[in-house]
């Protein structure tokens, strides 16, 4: 038997990660045979930003050797020379004195992802090896354009399937849902499947058709394995390919009534009730009275965080609205008291993605929240990011 060595932290290493790893070897193999003997070396450090935007991208898990790439790359990302990079943070309004994870993951990436989604890669490449300011704002600019129509056409689909689903209410009382439509934007059927996902928590497939042929998304749910569920429809199926969590897949219009049928009754099969209960795993119930600076700043000091190193999640009680106002179409900020503290401590909040139709409480029994620091204007204050009320 071969022995083969374990390397212990790569596994799950982005394919960036694994290019800059090849570049590291390739270095050592050269200072090996005394090719830098008369030559500068370069400074491998100085691509880490390169290396964190892709990482993070990726969303591959924040551990081992991804956590120290990400760390190291945000910390000197706002001081890239790139001129690409800084005309997309630019365009983001990424605060360059502390670009977090989220400036990635919400800004930079999608803005990058575009460029493949609705046109073609190149202008991302041609982004990141701009040469000169005037290039890298007109690139960065075209990404900008491509991702506000990414965007459109996103919500165009998602209140067409709304839309769907408020005419067909018995859709909403099985376990999957299978949708397809002529003409639906392919580069964009994930994110509409994930936000569908996340609305209903339940495994969602979105096919768009074309002279017979469909291709689509699919996601799921932590308690469905999406790829062993689509292998037990394989005959309905021409091809797919992903894993538990997300897949893509292309079908004979003629079957997709069949599968539809048949990925239910496999779902249900694999499947128990509480698997379609969404759960929220609280790290600590934390009192208003115990929010300090010192605890933000400790908090900070464990960041990059994501997959495999997810940002603490807390929960507080008898929580009092004392001022709230919409900023944006469907962001409320709020400034929150606790009815039971023994002190009147308030914290500035804000809610992401609510529905501001539905009528603020005055009070809440309780909330789930993600505690940071809100920077503007050279400035920090402590500030609520609410998960759930």
């Known amino acids: 038997m071969t022995a083969h060595p374990v390397f212990i932290g790569f596994h799950d290493l982005a394919g960036v990660g694994v290019a800059f790893y090849l570049l590291i070897c390739l270095r050592k193999k050269l200072r090996d045979i005394n090719f830098w003997q008369d030559r500068p070396e370069p400074n491998l450090k100085s691509y880490c930003d390169l290396v964190a935007l892709g990482t993070l991208a990726d969303m591959v898990p924040l551990t081992n050797e991804n956590r120290i790439l990400a760390k190291t790359g945000l910390d000197i990302m706002g001081r890239t020379h790139r001129p690409g990079l800084k005309a ?3 365009i983001c ?20 992802n575009s460029a493949g989604r609705m046109d073609h890669a190149s202008t991302s490449l041609e982004l990141l090896t701009a040469r000169d300011v005037k290039t890298a704002k007109k690139m960065a600019n075209s990404l900008n354009h491509m991702n506000q129509n990414r965007r459109r056409i996103e919500n165009k689909i998602l209140t067409q399937v709304h839309d769907h689903l ?30 569908i996902v996340k609305k209903y928590f339940r495994p969602v497939v979105l096919i768009t ?5 469909g291709r689509g998304s699919a996601r799921s749910i932590p308690g469905v394995n999406l790829y062993k569920g689509l292998s037990a429809c394989a005959n309905d199926i021409e091809n797919f390919g992903g894993h538990s969590m997300a897949a893509g897949l292309k079908i004979k219009a003629k079957n997709i009534e069949k599968f539809e049928i048949n990925f239910e009754n496999t779902v249900r099969r694999m499947t128990k009730p509480d698997d379609f209960i969404p759960k929220i795993f609280i790290d600590f119930v934390l009192d208003f009275e115990d929010i300090s600076d010192k605890l933000i700043d400790e908090l900070e000091s464990l960041k990059p965080f994501g997959m495999g190193n997810n940002e603490p999640l807390f929960m507080a009680g008898n929580i009092n609205v004392v001022s709230s106002r919409m900023v944006g179409k469907n962001h409320r900020r709020m400034v929150l008291s606790q009815g039971k503290g023994r002190t009147e401590k308030t914290f500035n909040s804000i809610h992401f993605n609510v529905d501001p139709d539905i009528p603020l409480k005055k009070n809440f029994d309780q909330i789930a929240f993600r505690l940071r620091w809100n920077r503007w204007n050279g400035r920090k204050t402590a500030q609520l990011v609410i998960e759930e009320t």
């Open 93 to 112: 309004k990424t605060n360059k004195h502390a670009v977090d994870t989220d400036d990635i993951v919400f800004g930079l990436a999608p803005r990058l």
């Open 209 to 213: 058709t074309t002279d017979g042929i």
């Open 166 to 195: 408020k005419k067909n209410p018995h859709l909403l009382r099985k376990s999957t849902m299978v949708l397809a439509q002529k003409g639906w934007h392919l580069g964009v059927l994930g994110i509409v499947a994930s936000r």
């Open 88 to 90: 997309l943070m630019e």
